[in-house]
């Protein structure tokens, strides 16, 4: 084999990685999604074997996600205090981990190449789809920037998200790969019936996505006057560094203060801080919890603010919380976070890590909630999540059917530092607002903190590593999308499918076992 030959393959590996994240949110670049699969198609079918197509796929894979996942070097090394070479190691980890599942993702085309031809590809966006949601589930589920996210820089391909949620979205754009790897390939071969076919599958299914797009957005833009709650959104810009500091708390207290006071000026109706946007124990330390309490008094409007919580009555558990403030200060409600961040807010398996820290302040892991609250606001229910529960539909689907008529997202990206996951975390949390048709308030420590439509489209936003105040009118919105109705049925059907393909990948269409040896036959 020559070394021109030996280098095509993995020079696919490393233009798949670069259109695959390059397509991302954060990086955004428009089309990359409708073709970006086409040369991993390519290197896995002319692998040698299923193992060979598998290490092709994991290399590509994890490239990809380095890409996508750099940023986790930043927040072990600097936030995290716990240096560079530790940082690299975990965000190498976190990448090899995803490229696993672009491994299964190679051996299923090579074995479906192998077994049925080219015409096998056709089951692969149904198997993409259930390694998507063995992600989003294994692990406690890490579903950061799924495929089907990269359709969010166009707010109105990305509308048919109410149907069958991100899933849906990665099913149709894998499904447009398929179809332009088998036109080209027909085309090649002189088949041009055949490849005017599978281009009119590209052509539906991108006629498809911008015809009810359009058709979303227009019928949402008929909103009658009235019935908005105007949100004032105080984003106090605190560095990281300081944040946790107790000289600084009173200081904290005064920025947001300020922020409030601002935002009453402008006509806000509620006030929104972010995740622990009052560093220390609401409640129990007295004095700056009466401190907050005034400032919802005095602006006369209800407050919703993050702050750790320290519950004795069970045995004395901490929560990462938000808590709403009534407009005389009046406690109104609690929500606990539920699905916490491993190794930052908790150290999984801490009998056996025993010598591992979580990256947050305070030696004590905190604890999950259980379950969704409900804040009453301006004749509307908000609904709220904390940092990265935006990324799980499911936790914003519970708050949906509990009665939510918009939703609130708290969060301290400053974690993230000027890089993509600001802006990937921003673009997850819009996927939820056109999921679940619920406009969202997003208040960030340090950015990205925005006002959502129930379209999805940003109305207003500021960006990192600013202090100040974001005002503007969100609708309240009632009634449930398909997707809220049915919720992951779509992924779980895909996740079913792709375990029946592997049965017969790993069986052969006659029933004998192929993988790994040859077939006998009589």
Known sequence: ????????????????????????????????????????????????????????????????????FYWIA????????????????????????????????????????????????????????GLEYARSVLLSGFPWVLFGYSLGGSTVLMQAADLAGVSGLGFLLVSANVCLFRAGECLIRGKRRSAAFHAAG?????????????????????????GGIRVGISQGGID??????????????????????????????VIVWPETAAPFFYWWEAELSREVERMAS??????????????PSEGGKYYNSVFFLDRQGVSGGRYDKRHLVPFGEYVPLRSVLFFVKKLTEGGEDFSAG??????????????????????????????????????????????FGDTVAPHQHLAMARMRAV????????????????LIDERGQVVASMGLFRSGVLVGEIFPNKGYTLYAKTGEIFAISCTIIAFLILCILLRGVDGVRTAGRKVRRA
């Open 1 to 68: 084999m020559s070394l021109t030959e030996r280098a095509t393959p993995w020079t696919l590996c490393a233009l798949f990685a670069c259109l695959y994240a390059l397509g991302m949110p954060g990086y955004g670049i428009p089309a990359l999604p409708f073709f970006c699969w086409v040369p991993f198609f390519i290197f896995s079918r002319s692998a040698a074997g299923s193992t060979q197509s598998a290490l092709r796929g994991f290399a590509a894979g994890t490239a990809a996600n380095l890409l996508l």
């Open 74 to 129: 930043y927040t072990v090394a600097v936030p995290g205090k716990l240096g560079w070479p530790l940082g690299c190691l975990a965000a190498f980890l976190v990448s090899a981990y995803l490229g696993a599942y672009f491994a299964a993702a190679g051996f299923f085309v090579f074995r479906l190449n192998r077994l049925f031809g080219s015409a096998g590809l056709i089951a692969f966006p149904a198997a993409w789809i």
């Open 202 to 226: 590209i052509a539906a299914i991108s006629i498809f996505l911008f015809s009810y797009g359009s058709y979303r957005i227009d019928e949402w833009g008929k909103r009658p006057s009235g």
């Open 240 to 269: 990281q560094s300081l944040k946790w500091d107790p000289s600084y708390q009173r200081r904290t207290m005064e920025i947001y203060g300020a922020l409030s006071r601002e935002a009453k000026s402008k006509g806000a109706d």
């Open 298 to 311: 005095e602006n006369g409007l209800p407050l919703i603010f993050g702050a750790p919580w320290f519950n």
């Open 370 to 415: 259980s379950g969704p609250a409900l804040f009453a606001v301006g004749g509307g229910q908000a609904g709220t999540s904390i940092c990265y529960e935006a990324v799980f539909p499911g936790i914003i689907r519970e708050s949906v059917l509990a009665g939510a008529s918009w939703l609130v997202n708290v969060t301290n990206d400053a974690w």
């Open 435 to 450: 999921e679940f048709r619920r406009p969202m308030a997003r208040a960030a420590n340090a950015g990205i903190s925005a």
